[in-house]
């Protein structure tokens, strides 16, 4: 569910100026991550900390799943739905 969310997020913001500008603004906040989920939920996205953190363990384990064993060992930052979310914003 929060990888649908954070998809249909993009595709907004990618078309809503002031959309994407908050969503940036939440980065300064003195708990960033909970100010952007405030944000999200307060603009209708269905978006947690326990979902974001679930979504990136998730990729993380399929990514790995995807080499048949060869991935025995996690890269940074792989698990960080969070961080992925901006590196796409960054480009949209």
Known sequence: M???ELQRLLADAKHNPDLKQGLIDT???DDPLNA???FCREKGYDITIGGLLAAGQNANDAKLRSVNGGGVN???GWDDEYEQF????KWT
């Open 74 to 76: 996690a890269i940074d």
């Open 2 to 4: 929060t990888e649908q």
């Open 36 to 38: 952007f989920c405030e």
């Open 27 to 29: 980065k300064s906040a």
């Open 86 to 89: 901006f590196a796409e914003l």
